[in-house]
T-cell receptor
Framework: GEDVEQSLFLSVREGDSSVINCTYT??????LYWYKQEPGAGLQLLTY?????DMKQDQRLTVLLNKKDKHLSLRIADTQTGDSAIYFC??????????FGGGTRLMVKP | DSGVTQTPKHLITATGQRVTLRCSPR?????VYWYQQSLDQGLQFLIQ???????AKGNILERFSAQQFPDLHSELNLSSLELGDSALYFC?????????????FGQGTRLTVV
């Protein structure tokens, strides 16, 4: 199967920007997603980007897509303690199912 | 609230038993997906149904089965349970079975096998 990889952990100070990175392998992916999972909770869709786009901005969130390198990133501006969670990137494959990365745990220090 | 409802939220059962997890998709969504989230395997796609028919299969064990009913709710049946089946089981729904945009997830059912 296709692999989606993320770093395990990121720690930032409140007010700083966070950048969470993801690499994927399926060049035919149509959409790429970022989900947030808070402790004991489900998966919350944060944002997504269509594969023909390079960038998408949505309030504090900026998604950058480098198709050549199959690299996706999520930037959170002015990170708050409420942003502490696990962030998953996912790619949509041809069969419409999602393949997830292992998740990046973001810790925001006051 | 994603609009996808999963019941029960928590389930504790013994090895060898059988359980049924239920999912109600968002209103109007025809496609339902089941995922398993475990510590060692991460988030894995299990199976997809579209308008009552199986559309795609992922890493689903033979001991597991699913179905989607005419009212579009879906059930995931897990039998001969093993300790390693302990996980969070998510359901997601999309409007169509083909290429689409958002997939909305339920809150999950946490299964503990003891």
């Amino acid at each position: 199967g296709e692999d989606v990889e993320q770093s395990l952990f990121l720690s930032v100070r409140e007010g700083d920007s966070s950048v969470i990175n993801c690499t994927y392998t399926d060049s035919s992916s149509t959409y790429l997603y970022w989900y947030k999972q808070e402790p004991g909770a489900g998966l919350q869709l944060l944002t997504y980007i269509f594969s023909n786009m390079d960038m998408k901005q949505d309030q504090r969130l900026t998604v950058l897509l480098n198709k050549k390198d199959k690299h996706l990133s999520l930037r959170i501006a002015d990170t708050q303690t409420g942003d502490s969670a696990i962030y998953f990137c996912a790619e949509r494959e041809a069969g419409n199912m999602l393949t997830f990365g292992g998740g990046t745990r973001l810790m925001v220090k006051p | 609230d994603s609009g996808v409802t999963q019941t029960p939220k928590h389930l504790i059962t013994a090895t060898g038993q059988r359980v049924t997890l239920r999912c109600s998709p968002r209103s109007g969504d025809l496609s339902v997906y089941w995922y398993q989230q475990s510590l060692d395997q991460g988030l894995q796609f299990l199976i997809q149904y579209y308008n009552g028919e199986e559309r795609a299969k992922g890493n689903i064990l033979e001991r597991f089965s699913a179905q989607q009913f005419p009212d579009l709710h879906s059930e995931l049946n897990l039998s001969s349970l093993e300790l390693g089946d302990s996980a969070l089981y998510f359901c997601a729904s999309t409007p169509t079975g083909g290429v689409g945009t958002e997939a909305f997830f339920g809150q999950g059912t946490r299964l503990t096998v003891v």
